[in-house]
């Protein structure tokens, strides 16, 4: 005879430990897929070939118009300004940057360097040009195609380069870039310390 004791004796078991820690284990792994996959197709998209990463150089290459903006910190606002850039291929295949600003004096302020791709290291670099030609690697450079740029930060041992200092290239669709400087602030933050926005020269009118 089936008594009301042997029903209730009839229930289902209650999970066993191993099986809580093989349902746990199961858990984990499917969230940690699901905040891996993106991660790891964000790194992919950030990968370049060396032709992509020189095809993206290339956009820099031509004689510019630069609308530059410098921050002045002892008056706490930034000045404005103009000047021209000149980025071409030198005989290594790096892009030879060069620009010049004018001051508020009139004169003009000369600045250049080498932009280049590393097929070795996987990475942009930027090696600076002194007034007598030296030069010195100072930066090194990857990819950012969420804000389609190329971000540097200081080379390992430029102790005279604080390693806050962050240079931006910055590339339009309607052609343009920017070159932006960011230096720290003193108080964890990352300010615009100059921007240099170059542009196609414009085309003069013919008179009539």
Not at 40 to 46: D, L, T, V, W
Not at 75 to 90: E, I, T
Not at 161 to 176: A, E
């Amino acid at each position: 005879m089936y008594t009301p004791k042997q029903k209730n004796a009839v229930t289902n078991p209650k999970p066993n430990k191993t099986m809580k820690k093989i349902i746990s284990f199961f858990l984990l792994a499917a969230v940690l897929l699901a905040w891996t996959a993106p991660n790891a197709s964000a790194q992919h998209r950030a990968r370049l070939t060396t032709e992509q990463a020189n095809d993206l150089l290339k956009k820099s290459i031509g004689s510019w118009e630069i609308k530059s903006v410098t921050w002045q910190p002892w008056l706490s606002k930034f000045a404005f300004s103009s000047g021209a850039a000149s980025f071409r291929y030198d005989d290594d295949g790096c892009v030879h940057e060069r620009l010049a600003i004018e001051q508020p004096d009139g004169r003009y302020e000369e600045t250049e360097g080498l932009l280049r791709y590393s097929e070795t290291n996987k990475r942009f670099e930027f090696v600076q040009i002194d007034k007598v030609g030296n030069t010195n690697l100072i930066m090194f450079g990857k990819w950012d195609p969420d804000f389609n740029m190329i971000a540097f930060s200081p080379a390992k041992g430029q102790k005279h380069i604080s390693d806050k200092v962050i240079w931006q290239y910055f590339f339009f669709d309607d052609g343009s870039f920017k070159k932006v400087i960011r230096t720290p602030d003193g108080q964890g933050n990352s300010i615009i310390a100059a921007e240099f926005h170059c542009l196609q020269p414009k085309v003069a009118k013919s008179r009539n």
